[in-house]
């Protein structure tokens, strides 16, 4: 068995990677750190890992080695533990935003902060398996990624890889759920504030825009206009992303590309029927499942393609990447632990 241990355990993000790795058929938990949770079980604050686990949560001062190390911490915290955490885990697999930019530069641009052990960055890899399979496989540390990033990238990567674009641009609106602001209470999470809204929050500058642009770049210039808005949702993200296909660039050719690049890719499904409320991704039915979705359609009157991209912001988006991604690094089958198809109806 793969010994694991998750730093920073007691919020959304950590509480996924236990109910994921719980289910895991090769792998045992062996600590779970909160610094304010010390002493308690988990299932105090996760209430459905009742009667799975009997561990309690232990502080980050009583960490020992052991093969898998998740870092579930809130932004910012990893870079500035990083030289001491690394001790404990054969592999690093952090899952905030610390460590998802490969240049320095993009730090101060982005989050508004001086990246704090910018000598780590090249040593991780960009953590989405189907965009670095082979890196991850080989890596001993990893990063995840935004979960709005995650839907846009791998909803738009066929296009810009294959170059069927007019201009290697994108406008991107991403609708995401409240689980994505994570659990520490704010206003805009607050019930009576957050309940019926579809508020856009971050219509320009959202700082997700720089791991879209560094993973559709290969090399050229690329331009994306993101905006995210936030919905009554729970969980889920769907990017609904535009772009002007070259001239002479039919729907048959886009399903080639996208047949091409996900064809054997055991968690993305190109959904686009012909009929039903089901016919493009929708995140309500992918709740607490590692898929991402993708559609399309072309615009019968120009060169207009809209992509759609949907998956649950805590799973795909979030702890379901890094364990996918630990399954590579691992040595294990890239599906294990993964399997849960998702609910409905829900």
């Known amino acids: 068995m793969i010994t694991v241990g998750i730093v920073g355990a007691s919020g959304y993000t950590g509480g996924e990677a236990l109910r994921l790795l719980l289910r895991h058929p090769e792998v045992q938990i062996v600590q779970a750190t909160s610094e304010s949770n010390a002493g308690h079980f988990l299932y105090a604050i996760h209430p ?23 870092l579930c911490l809130p932004h910012g915290s990893a870079m500035r533990r990083i030289g001491h955490l690394e001790q404990f885990g054969k592999t690093l697999i952090d899952l905030s935003a610390d460590f998802r930019l ?31 399979r082979e890196a991850i496989a080989a890596a001993r540390f990893i990063t995840g990624a935004g979960c709005l990033a995650t839907a846009a990238i791998l909803g738009l990567r066929p296009l810009f890889k294959r170059d069927l674009l007019a201009k290697r641009e994108a406008f991107v609106e991403a609708k995401v759920g409240s689980s994505a602001a994570g659990d520490t209470p704010h206003l805009s999470t607050h019930h009576p504030e957050r ?8 219509p320009t500058g959202h700082r997700h825009t720089a791991e879209i642009v560094q993973e559709l770049r290969f090399e050229k210039p690329v331009a994306v206009h993101f905006s995210a808005t ?22 048959k050719d886009v399903w080639r590309a996208y047949r091409g690049e996900y064809g054997d890719e055991p968690f993305i499904r190109i959904v686009k029927e012909r009929q039903g409320i089901y016919r493009y991704p929708e995140p309500k039915i992918l709740a607490g499942s590692n898929f991402c979705d993708i559609g399309f359609e072309k615009d019968p009157r120009g ?24 399954n590579l690094a691992c040595g294990l089958p890239e599906a294990a632990g993964l399997e849960f198809p998702g609910l409905h109806p829900v």
């Open 48 to 70: 459905n890992l009742r009667k799975q686990t009997s561990l309690k949560f232990t502080t980050i001062g009583e960490l020992t080695p052991c093969d898998v190390l998740f």
């Open 102 to 132: 490969r240049d320095p530069a993009d730090y101060p641009a982005w989050y508004g902060h001086p990246h704090e052990a910018p000598e780590y960055l090249p040593r991780f890899v960009y953590g989405v398996p189907e965009l670095h």
């Open 195 to 202: 309940s019926g809204s579809v508020r856009s929050f971050q």
């Open 230 to 251: 936030a919905i009554e949702a729970v969980r889920g993200v769907l990017a609904t992303c535009h772009v002007i296909l070259k001239d002479g660039i039919e729907e």
């Open 303 to 326: 060169n207009r393609l809209v992509v759609m991209a949907a998956l649950d912001n805590l799973v795909k988006g979030a702890a379901g990447n890094g364990v996918q991604a630990m």
